[in-house]
């Protein structure tokens, strides 16, 4: 799992819209079992806690469930965690345009810059 959070920002959030993101990409598909707390942890370089908090509001959203005693797994339907990453992907480009404004591009500035960039 290569994923390195940004030590600027809260993990957790990161963490969630990481995990999200491995199931919407079908990386994790319905009801494989996620690593444990622990094994995550370790992965990803966070404390147990957080993983445990982060695995607590993904269950939340309804995008993973947890079995007693066996771990926790993808939920059968991927729809929440593919909207989650739509919205996701909104939200940063809300902020991408809005940074860019800020440093004087104007919208058609920026997305000949996007296309500049990909090219």
């Known amino acids: 799992m290569n994923w390195k959070p940004d030590k600027d920002k809260p ?21 494989d079992k996620l690593p444990s707390v622990r094994e995550l942890a370790v992965l990803v370089g966070v404390n147990p806690n957080t993983v445990q908090r982060s695995y607590e509001i993904l269950e939340g959203q309804g995008i993973i469930y947890t079995l007693r005693g066996n771990g926790r797994y993808v939920a059968e339907d991927i729809t929440r965690s593919q909207e989650s990453i739509k919205k996701l992907r909104v939200e940063k480009t809300r902020e991408y ?23």
């Open 11 to 31: 993990i957790c959030p990161q963490l969630c819209e990481h995990m999200s993101s491995q199931i919407a990409s079908g990386y994790y598909k319905p009801h």
């Open 97 to 119: 345009f809005s940074q860019m404004k800020l440093l004087g591009f104007d919208t058609d500035e920026t997305k000949d810059y996007i296309k500049e960039w990909s090219e």
